[in-house]
Nanobody
């Protein structure tokens, strides 16, 4: 069973930064790729950033420049560095894992950008 636990969300002013963390575990855990998604009320989840098992990163055009995904294998932790946050970045952010024969989501962490 794979477990993903996000942390690091909170309230930040426009222009501020946050770093989200996702700690992963599980006897059957494997990585094809991991990703961060976000969701706002009434909308579908949208991809924020993706990282392959080999460390290659992918960002949708709308996310390039302000978001950076990384992974520390020794700490079993996935990160999302978010800079110059704006009110439209307010959402619940989810960690996602695609492994061999499995998919898993974290419970989400709320990020609110407001003055």
């Amino acid at each position: 069973q794979v477990q993903l636990v996000e942390s690091g969300g909170g309230l930040v002013q426009p222009g501020g930064s946050l770093r989200l963390s996702c700690t992963y575990s599980g006897r059957s855990f494997s990585i094809i790729f991991m990703a961060w998604y976000r969701k706002t009320p009434g909308n579908q989840r949208e991809l924020v950033a993706q990282i392959s098992s080999g460390g290659a990163t992918t960002y949708p055009d709308s996310m390039k420049g302000r978001f950076a995904i990384s992974r520390d294998a020794a700490k079993n932790t996935l990160y999302l560095q978010m800079n110059n946050l704006q009110p439209e970045d307010t959402a619940v952010y989810y960690c996602f894992n695609r492994g061999v024969g499995s998919e898993a989501w974290g419970q989400g962490t709320q990020v609110t950008v407001s003055s």
